[in-house]
């Protein structure tokens, strides 16, 4: 389990990094890392880099987990290289999530990694519709129902911008075949950066095959990039059945 937790979070209005804005509490990395020891117990990396010893102590405090530093954020691809010394050489599948998503439950989780193995493919991406998908990652599938790439918003043409169905952000991948692909990932994009995103194309080219898994809710894989949005997932978390 890989989760990419470096992010300063410039929207939030705050010097802090993003994952430790608190809900009821709690900093956000801490309901996702509760999530991640379920499925991987210990065995969990997390990618720190703005505020990393803070964020290392906040993890620390109720969870075991491995560290990585990226020191520069140049994208979720780049962010999971920086992983790939921290992960275990007996890994077969990796999960990767945001730890800015505090509503992700385990059974979600569970059931990408028993999809993903059953259909025995490279890439396996958490997907939900929206009915107002903008400012996501869109899912490209052809006429087989095969994933072929997620287009971000900013390199979205007109009808890629007409598809609901969206990228959660979270990933279940072979693990030898993740960092071989990462590897080819380049940053030739509207961002400048290393997009996780681009392995599913790799994986298209390569044959090993990709999909999607549709779980879970919207609400479940919001995202907390706003003052706003964290306001939102704490009413969602009150509302939430325990």
């Known amino acids: 389990m890989v989760v990419l937790a470096a992010g300063k979070g ?8 993003k994952v430790l804005h608190e809900v009821h509490g709690r900093p956000m990395v801490d309901y996702v890392m ?10 969990v990396v997390v990618v720190v880099g703005h505020q990393a010893d803070a964020v290392k102590a906040a993890v620390a405090r109720r969870h075991a987990a491995l560290f990585a ?3 520069e954020q140049l994208g979720t691809g780049h962010a999971v290289m920086c992983a790939r010394h921290a992960v275990g050489e007996a890994t077969r599948q990796v999960v990767i999530l945001c730890g800015d998503v505090p509503l992700v439950r385990p059974e979600t989780l569970k059931e ?27 899912m490209v ?12 918003e900013k390199d979205a043409g007109a009808d890629e911008k007409a598809i609901k169905e969206i990228n ?16 080819k990932v380049k940053s030739d994009n509207a961002q400048g950066e290393y997009y996780l995103t681009d392995i599913v194309e790799i994986a298209v080219q390569d044959g090993a095959g990709a999909g999607v898994v549709t779980g879970g809710s919207a609400r479940e894989v919001t995202g907390v990039n706003t003052v706003n949005d964290l306001e939102t997932v704490r009413q969602m978390l009150e509302e939430r059945p325990t």
Do not use: W
């Open 10 to 17: 410039t929207r939030m209005k705050s010097d802090k990094a």
């Open 34 to 43: 509760a999530s991640a020891a379920e499925i991987a117990g210990s065995d």
């Open 69 to 71: 530093r990226q020191d």
């Open 112 to 138: 990408l990694v028993r999809a993903h193995e059953a259909a025995g493919r490279a890439v396996s991406v958490l997907a939900v519709s929206l009915d107002d998908p903008t400012g996501y990652g869109r």
């Open 141 to 152: 599938t052809g006429d087989n129902g095969a994933l072929l790439r997620i287009v971000e």
């Open 168 to 183: 959660s952000g979270i990933y279940c991948v072979d693990a030898d075949f993740l960092f071989s692909a990462l590897d």
